[in-house]
């Protein structure tokens, strides 16, 4: 079964720590990969698809097909990351809906 | 241009009256999906339309629940005899097409069912 796995439900950083915000998926062919963000009153939005390869706001995530996972990482933790964020997959069947894991809060403390 | 918008943005209703959602796609997207938010729960997937047609609903919690889109834009969700358990946020969500990987969401509606 297609299936979005992030672990933790809450993840409390340092200020200028390095965040990694874990990403597992199972899917049996080659899925495209996001990450979504929400931030306090606003609305979720894209942060970034793996197929882009680039780094948005300091963050990036690297598909590892062998561990199925899709990590996020940032070296530098600021406050205005606290958010909530969801890992998603898209599979390459057209017309398969995106599937979202249960997300992860992100708190950046001072 | 103008993004995903929902109505209302707020809806307290008693238990046991129906409600409905609206939801307004991004003009030209095929794709629409509703899901729900709720503490705890994370994202929570309900159904989706490509079109008019609904290819899947095996997300809706119970038989309370439906969808439909018409025209291929606007697409409502009601809850039957709500229940204090259907209380969280109704997110909207749309898409170029099912092919096209990023959804753009809405505000949401935050449904309060006292």
């Known amino acids: 079964a297609q299936r979005v796995t992030q672990p933790e439900k809450l993840l409390s950083v340092f200020k200028g720590a390095p965040v990694e915000l874990k990403c597992n998926y199972s899917?049996?062919?080659?899925?495209?990969l996001f990450w979504y963000v929400q931030y306090s009153r606003q609305r979720l939005q894209l942060l970034l698809r793996?197929?882009s390869r680039e780094s948005i706001k300091g963050f990036t995530a690297d598909l590892n097909k062998g561990e199925t996972s899709f990590h996020l990482k940032k070296p530098f933790a600021q406050e205005e990351d606290s958010a909530m964020y969801y890992c998603?997959?898209?599979?390459?069947?057209?017309?398969?809906?995106?599937?979202f894991g249960k997300g992860t809060r992100l708190h950046i403390l001072p | 241009g103008a993004g995903v918008s929902q109505s209302p943005s707020n809806k307290v209703t008693e238990k046991g009256k129906d409600v409905e959602l609206r939801c307004d796609p991004i003009?030209?997207?095929?794709?629409l999906y509703w899901y729900r938010q709720s503490l705890g729960q994370g994202l929570e997937f309900l159904i989706y339309?490509?079109?008019?047609?609904?290819?899947?609903k095996s997300g809706l919690p119970s038989d309370r629940f439906s969808a439909e889109r018409t025209g291929g834009s606007v697409s409502t969700l009601t809850i039957q005899r709500t229940q204090q358990e259907d209380s969280a946020v109704y997110l909207c969500?749309?898409?170029?097409?099912?092919?096209?990987?990023?959804?753009?969401f809405g505000p949401g509606t935050r449904l309060t069912v006292t």
């Open positions: 998603a997959l898209r599979p390459m069947n057209r017309d398969d809906k995106i599937i």
């Open positions: 969500a749309s898409s170029l097409g099912t092919s096209a990987g990023e959804q753009y």
């Open positions: 003009s030209g997207h095929t794709a």
């Open positions: 899917y049996s062919g080659s899925p495209e």
């Open positions: 793996h197929i």
């Open positions: 339309f490509q079109g008019n047609s609904a290819p899947d």
